[in-house]
């Protein structure tokens, strides 16, 4: 099988399908990395040209608001839209600059944050109308805390409304365990961590006539890495999904594009497990901020005696600092880290060098 060629730049619409369907056939997902500003976007896009494959960017709601500056008024989620606008807005001009395919995404958007992700697609109508492109490619939506009927429903609206600027919805079912940015499911029952093929089955039959759905469906997943405890990955959950809905509609294998939330710390079997049921996407967060947290911390370390005040150093009393305090000569150590990290989860994930473009 040749590779799939790749537009460069920002995908979405049949293109964003079709990278899907390929994945699914070639048992291969791309890793989903949380950024929060310019450099971990960097990092990703150099990863991406690295690794010779697409990769998905997400914001999440505080990495939006972050980008936009933490301490910018965030009434009604302005600075998390304005946040959200601003690195999409960096990322198409950069994708085409690095000469990378990037799928751009927003991640969990809880009920009482809606707000922020109309905000978006606002601007993603007011680009579309210009443009004739989306923004973004892909939003997520996550009513997994409210009962199924609603969360579908609020879904079906919102799949409608992307579906006419040729984006993609995400959305969960079941709850992914774990705490990040802010939302603690650690103390969640933990039988909503295992999503029942019945619901993944319902879910299909209501939103995938209305436009291009991938479905975050929990199997033990957790966000953070953790100590393993009782909660087991079983990504046996959504093969079984996936031949309820075949058997159901009589359609070709694995009609779901999955999305595996928790990817950081996951056990390799499980991931190379899962790719077989038809995820096409991991998300990764945990293991991208420890790569760029800890070849900083490395830095100060060893600089440690260089950092100490703007003039003097081991070499002499007088001798200027300025190089080894100016941040680019650490911020970049990081973007490295990144830049690895996620190397390695494209060997994980089966998609390093599976493209061209
Ligand atoms: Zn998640």
Request: glycine content about 8%.
């Amino acid at each position: 099988m040749g590779k799939l060629k790749v537009s460069q730049g920002v995908l979405y619409g049949n293109e964003l399908r079709d990278v899907y369907a390929y994945c699914k056939e070639q048992k291969c997902a791309f890793p989903a990395v949380n950024v929060i500003g310019s450099s971990s976007t960097n990092a990703a896009l150099e990863a991406a040209r690295q690794a010779q494959s697409p990769i998905i960017v997400q914001f999440s709601n505080g990495g939006s608001h972050f980008n936009a500056g933490k301490y910018l008024d965030n009434t009604n989620q302005q600075a998390a839209i304005a946040g959200g606008i601003a690195g999409a807005h960096h990322i198409h001009v950069l994708a085409r600059a690095y000469g990378v395919p990037v799928i751009l995404h927003t991640d969990h958007c809880a009920k009482k944050l809606l707000p922020w992700v109309d905000g978006l697609i606002a601007a993603g109508e007011e680009y579309y109308r210009i443009h004739k492109r989306p923004l973004y490619s892909s939003h997520m939506l996550d009513l997994s805390e409210e009962p199924l009927n609603e969360n579908i429903e609020i879904s079906a609206q919102y799949a409608q409304r992307l579906a006419k600027i040729d984006m993609a919805l995400e959305m969960e079912l079941g709850v992914t365990g774990g705490e990040e940015d802010g939302v603690d499911n650690t103390d969640i029952d933990a039988s909503r961590l295992y999503t029942q093929p019945e619901e993944v089955l319902k879910t299909y039959e209501t939103l995938t006539p209305l436009g291009h759905i991938t479905i975050a469906a929990a199997f033990g997943n957790t966000h953070g890495v953790y100590k393993p405890g009782n909660v087991k990955l079983t990504p046996i959950i959504l093969k079984n999904s996936q031949d309820m809905v075949e058997k159901e509609h009589k359609t070709e294998k694995n009609p779901i594009s999955f999305v595996f939330h928790g990817g950081s710390g996951s056990e390799k079997s499980k991931i190379t497990e899962s790719l077989g049921y038809g995820v096409v996407k991991m998300n990764i967060d945990t293991d991208t901020q420890w790569a760029f947290t800890r070849p900083i911390r490395k830095y100060m370390e060893e600089k440690s005696a260089y950092l100490q005040s703007q003039l003097g150093n081991p070499e002499g009393q007088d001798k200027p600092n300025k190089k080894h305090i100016d941040p680019r000569a650490w911020v970049v150590n990081g973007e490295k880290g990144i830049t690895e990290r996620l190397l390695e989860a494209y060997r994980d994930l089966g998609s390093f060098g599976a493209f061209t473009f």
